[in-house]
């Protein structure tokens, strides 16, 4: 009996002993397993909670809110016990909650981007944000994780950058080229405009699309270099769209893979055939959609597990320890920086990154350690030419930093900014007002020429075509109308007309109107970019000058104008009627030497070219030389001529033909050496026989001898002879001067 009871105590003890032991094993191994899923449930939720973006769990059947982040309360406004008693319908507006039922009824057990939706914040604003959603099993609950990324400033920044690159595009190539249409490349991220001219095989914009993928200056590559770096495979579809392009004209695209620096590029390409000078050519963009192909495998390949979140940001994403080690990095990361995981995880922050102690913004992060502050700001790194947008946060084991590349968006703000700064430039340095003609509304929209030139404020920015016809002035109306209706109708490219506008004040001023019509793909125009120039002060000078030229061709005086050299550039018709010369036979020679001959004064030929090299106003008379040999005297006044900066132009000369009066001046002095010689014969020769004679007739007197007598009026007869004799020659010099006509013949005068 004792034996029995030995054997089965031993047997119960060992049983015992096993079941022990066992229970201790278990024990052990559930304990461990235990802190195990703690420390991961641990780790887990304080990525939920330091999660940037607004992240929170919600119940798939009756869409009550589980759990949300402190972003989450931060940014819709909401407590946490607010957010907890709402469903997600109350955060959407009431036209968007049967697409989220409908999107909750097809969820799938499996990671999923939801796209765009609006969502409400507790102020009543409304702000556009984009989901990223996989299931998970919260506390036995079927919910989702949610993480949610608000994009409403980005989508309007995009929005206003896409209008302003746009515009600025079309006017500023309106402005630089008006015989060129306009190009339609959008200076948006990551797009380039080229030109290919295929009879010299240049690629013009070969450049900007280097430009696009690679930092360094390498020059601007061949169309033949760019074709050899498409990926083979991709080769074939462009070659084609580019033949076709060729062949048709029609407006082609096409994407393709491009493997440039060792580095592989997608891109987009939108091409036409257009004619320029009669040649023809392609032109059109080319877009760098890397990114966004990064971005559709980044998502294609997210996990459907809370493990890889992070992985599924699309900013990169660095975790430091206090003593500032790097503990974790995510793809964005290795793909932002090129570097990968491995061979950062571990290493001190500076050896990874030795030159951000000198960043400015190096005590921001020391910040966030020490004080546990969250920190938002750019950051430019030169090294790698590269700015990021970072936001610092604190994490119970250091601090997690979140960056995003924004290089091009501020390369984008500074090309518009330097597009703004030209606009305006050659916009306040023309005398135009440009305009963008809607030819489906008929709505014109000016710049500030319209203001500037013409007076009309701001108010008037954007006006109806009526408004523009009604400010033409009635007598140009028709004619401006019918011509802009046949400029479209007819579709060429440019239209032109001149006519009179009237300003604000109720003037009018003479303005040249033109324009570029651009066509659709169906060739109806649809839109007009164009200029409003004042001519005014043109026309009116044209007119001036019309005047002063009809003015010159009917004066009685002849004119030259020479030009520094003295070469002869102009004759009005009065030279040809007094010379017989032509203009093509005295163009480009010296007046001297058509019109100076043999009695030509020497002193007064030496005087005259003194003045012209000392450029001098000169005054002479001067015996020139018809084309026939005539001789006549010609009075010449002569000025120099200068434009309105100084400088000498040439020589101006007024000539007038005096040879009746040269002629008359030496009739003159002929007439005064013969009234000379009268006086004298007056005053002298007359004189004698006179006395004679009176001495003669006092002897005839008183002398008594009849023989004497005879003999004194033989004496008195001699002098009455040589009186008449005196007196014959002073009618015959008085007839020389002024002649039988006014004297008649010499018998008459006794």
């Given at each position: 009996m004792f034996q029995i009871d030995r054997g089965l105590t031993v047997a119960i003890a060992k049983g015992l002993l096993f079941v022990a032991v066992s229970s201790l094993m278990l024990y052990l191994m559930i304990r461990k397993n235990y802190r195990k899923l703690r420390r991961?449930?641990?780790?887990?939720?304080?990525?939920?909670?330091?999660?940037?973006?607004?992240?929170?769990?919600?119940?798939?059947?009756?869409?009550?809110?589980l759990a949300v982040n402190e972003a989450a309360v931060q940014k819709y406004g909401y407590s946490r016990d607010e957010f907890l008693s709402m469903t997600c319908l109350e955060l959407r507006p009431q036209e968007d909650v049967e697409r989220f039922l409908n999107?909750?009824?097809?969820?799938?057990?499996?990671?999923?981007?939801?796209?765009?939706?609006?969502?409400?914040?507790?102020n009543g604003e409304i702000i556009y944000v984009t989901i990223n959603t996989y299931p998970v099993d919260f506390n036995g609950e079927e919910a989702a994780l949610v993480i949610a990324e608000d994009i409403t400033k980005r989508l309007k920044t995009e929005q206003e950058a896409e209008q302003k690159s746009k515009k600025l595009e079309e006017l500023n190539e309106k402005l630089l080229e008006k015989r060129e249409r306009l190009r339609y490349v959008q200076k948006l991220a990551k797009v380039a405009g080229w030109e290919y001219y295929p009879d010299e095989d240049r690629l013009v914009g070969a450049d900007e699309i280097l430009g696009l993928f690679s930092a360094e200056d390498k020059g601007s590559p061949t169309y033949a270099e760019l074709f050899e770096a498409i990926i083979p495979e991709d080769l074939p579809k462009v070659l084609r769209a580019n033949k076709q392009l060729l062949r048709t004209g029609q407006k082609t695209e096409v994407s393709y893979r491009i493997r440039w620096n060792e580095q592989l590029r997608y891109l987009r390409q939108v091409g036409e055939a257009d004619l320029l000078d009669g040649v023809r050519i392609l032109r059109g963009m080319v877009q760098d959609v890397t990114a966004m192909k990064n971005m559709e495998k980044e998502r294609d390949q997210a996990g459907s597990t809370l493990s890889r979140t992070l992985d599924s940001i699309t900013d990169g994403v660095i975790e430091l320890d206090r003593?500032?080690?790097?503990?974790?990095?995510?793809?964005?990361?290795?793909k932002l920086l090129e570097i990968e995981a491995g061979k950062v995880v571990g290493l001190a922050v500076l050896d990874v990154f030795p030159d951000a102690v000198s960043l400015k913004s190096f005590p921001e992060y020391t910040n966030v350690m020490e004080k546990g502050s969250v920190s938002r700001f750019e950051e430019y790194y030169a090294s790698r030419e590269q700015w990021f947008?970072?936001?610092?946060?604190?994490?119970?084991?250091?601090?997690?930093?979140?960056?995003?590349?924004?290089?091009e968006h501020k390369r984008n703000e500074e090309q518009v900014r330097i597009w703004l700064h030209r606009y305006e430039s050659v916009a306040k340095a023309t005398s135009e007002a440009i305009f963008d003609f809607d030819l489906k509304t008929m709505m014109l929209i000016w710049n500030q020429g319209l203001e500037r030139i013409?007076?009309?404020?701001?108010?008037?920015?954007e006006t109806p075509l009526s408004w523009w016809e009604e400010r033409v002035h009635p007598e140009d109306r028709q004619r401006a109308s019918e011509s802009l209706d046949k400029g479209i109708r007819n579709g060429s490219t440019f239209w032109s007309e001149q006519y009179r506008?009237?300003?604000?004040?109720?003037?009018?001023?003479?303005?040249?109107?033109?324009?570029?019509?651009?066509?659709?793909?169906?060739?109806?125009?649809?839109?007009?970019?164009?200029?409003?120039?004042?001519?005014?002060?043109?026309?009116?000078?044209?007119?001036?000058?019309k005047r002063l030229a009809e003015i010159i061709t009917k004066v009685n005086n002849v004119i030259v104008i020479t030009d520094v050299e003295g070469k002869i550039s102009y004759i009005n018709p009065r030279f040809t009627e007094v010379t017989g010369y032509t203009f093509e036979e005295v163009a480009g020679r010296k007046p001297g030497e058509v019109l100076q001959g043999a009695e030509s004064d020497p002193q007064t030929v030496r005087h005259m070219?003194?003045?012209?090299?000392?450029?001098?106003?000169?005054?002479?008379e001067i015996i020139n030389y018809t084309r026939e040999g005539r001789k006549y005297w010609m009075q010449i006044d002569c000025t120099p001529i200068y434009d309105d900066f100084g400088n000498h132009q040439g020589f101006i000369a007024i000539q007038n033909d005096v040879t009746e009066r040269k002629e008359r001046e030496v009739l003159l002095q002929e007439h005064v050496r013969i009234l000379k010689e009268i006086s004298w014969l007056n005053s002298h020769e007359i004189r004698r026989p006179v006395t004679e004679i009176m001495g003669l007739m006092y002897l005839i007197k008183d002398s008594d001898s009849e023989l004497e007598k005879v003999e004194l009026y033989g004496l008195v007869n001699e002098a009455a002879h040589n009186l008449d004799r005196i007196?014959?020659?002073?009618?015959?010099?008085?007839?020389?001067?002024?002649?039988?006509?006014?004297?008649?013949?010499?018998?008459?005068?006794?």
């Open positions: 991961s449930e641990k780790q887990y939720r304080a990525l939920f909670e330091n999660n940037p973006s607004p992240t929170w769990i919600y119940k798939l059947a009756d869409q009550r809110f999107f909750v009824g097809t969820f799938h057990d499996e990671y999923q981007t939801a796209g765009t939706w609006r969502h409400r914040l507790n003593s500032w080690r790097v503990t974790r990095v995510n793809k964005a990361f290795e947008f970072v936001t610092a946060i604190p994490t119970q084991e250091g601090i997690a930093v979140y960056f995003k590349d924004i290089t013409y007076g009309y404020g701001p108010e008037y920015q506008f009237r300003c604000a004040d109720g003037t009018y001023k003479y303005v040249e109107d033109s324009g570029h019509i651009i066509f659709d793909s169906n060739q109806e125009a649809v839109q007009m970019i164009g200029s409003l120039r004042d001519i005014d002060e043109l026309i009116k000078a044209n007119a001036e000058n070219g003194e003045a012209i090299r000392a450029r001098q106003f000169f005054s002479v007196v014959r020659e002073v009618a015959m010099k008085a007839y020389s001067l002024y002649g039988e006509k006014s004297l008649g013949s010499t018998d008459k005068l006794f």
